[in-house]
């Protein structure tokens, strides 16, 4: 059964940081490109960062390079979303998600696998 669990949002205030984590099965998680989506309301679901399997490449949004730094645990199935700096605009509930090969494909519909999401509200 494909299962992808986040955790770590929450509200914090503008200059803040958050680590967000993403436990996925080991089937899932093997193999996988894994990536973070965000979608604040009235938007589009859009992509933040990716991490490919093979050889670590990652991969980020413009607005995120910088800040925001993804890293995965292959032992622990797990990928991480350091967020530091974080700003107003940045409110939103984030997505962990999953696919075959690399993890450069922006699209939203690219990616096979997601979580539920874990809202993060950063306030001015």
């Known amino acids: 059964q494909v299962q992808l669990v986040e955790s770590g949002g929450g509200l914090v205030q503008a200059g803040g940081s958050l680590r967000l984590s993403c436990a996925a099965s080991?089937?899932?998680?093997?193999?996988?490109?894994m990536g973070w989506f965000r979608q604040a309301p009235g938007k589009e679901r859009e992509f933040v960062a990716a991490?490919?399997?093979?050889?670590?490449?990652?991969y980020y949004l413009d607005s995120v390079k910088g800040r925001f730094t993804i890293s995965r645990d292959n032992a622990k199935n797990t990928v991480y979303l350091q967020m530091n700096s974080l700003k107003p605009e940045d409110t939103a509930v984030y997505y962990c998600?999953?696919?075959?090969?690399?993890?450069?494909?922006?699209?939203?519909?690219?990616?096979?696998?997601w979580g539920q999401g874990t809202q993060v509200t950063v306030s001015s």
């Open positions: 991490i490919n399997w093979h050889d670590g490449s990652t």
């Open positions: 998600a999953a696919r075959p090969g690399v993890g450069r494909a922006t699209a939203p519909q690219l990616w096979n696998y």
């Open positions: 080991a089937r899932t998680f093997s193999n996988s490109a």
